[in-house]
């Protein structure tokens, strides 16, 4: 798991994995969600969260002068996270699916706010604690990104219960 004390290298490394565990989680949760705006929703996360991965291989082909794309791809396909962001280990995130599966759109989203409150409080603690100018920058830039899904859930979460109330 990542410090904060870490190089950007292992930092970046550690990141695309956290978000391939995430975009994993989305993409279950895709599947599951009981109403069109939150497959919908999940679908975009799930997305999002995929760009989030291209740009971290970017970001580590451009570091580390790697231009062959055939190694990262490789170590991506390879690569199995053994925890999603926010540092939830990937089996108790899996079993956390299993059990949100019955609950309601408002409880997946509810869900889904708890795991994107706890990465950007992560990439808030290893911003605050890193050495390495490079890591700290890549650590803020996470926290943006979790407060956009933040704000998309929130979003998504009111319109639900708006329509929820109407009906």
Do not use: C
């Not at 109403?35 to 929703?41: F, G, I, L, Q």
């Not at 390879?78 to 019955?102: H, V």
């Not at 605050?128 to 890549?138: F, G, I, P, Y």
Request: aromatic share 12%.
């Amino acid at each position: 798991m990542v410090t904060g004390k870490d190089d950007l290298i292992p930092a970046m490394i550690e990141a695309y994995m956290m978000e391939k565990g995430i975009n994993q989680f989305y993409t279950e949760l895709s599947v599951k969600a009981h109403s069109y705006e939150a497959r919908k929703a999940f679908s975009e996360l799930a997305r999002w969260e995929a760009e989030h991965m291209r740009y971290m291989q970017h970001l580590y082909q451009a570091f580390t002068d790697e231009r062959e794309m055939l190694s990262f791809n490789e170590f991506a396909t390879r690569a199995k996270p053994d925890t999603a962001e926010g540092g939830m280990p990937m089996k108790e995130l899996e079993e956390s699916i299993e059990e949100y599966a019955f609950l309601d759109d408002i409880g997946a989203i509810m869900f889904a706010l708890k795991v994107e409150g706890n990465e950007y409080n992560l990439y808030k603690k290893l911003s605050s604690q890193a050495q390495d100018t490079n890591a700290k920058v890549l650590f803020e830039e996470l926290m943006g990104w979790e407060q956009k899904h933040i704000e998309y859930l929130m979003g998504l979460k009111q319109k639900i219960e708006g329509s929820l109330r109407r009906a």
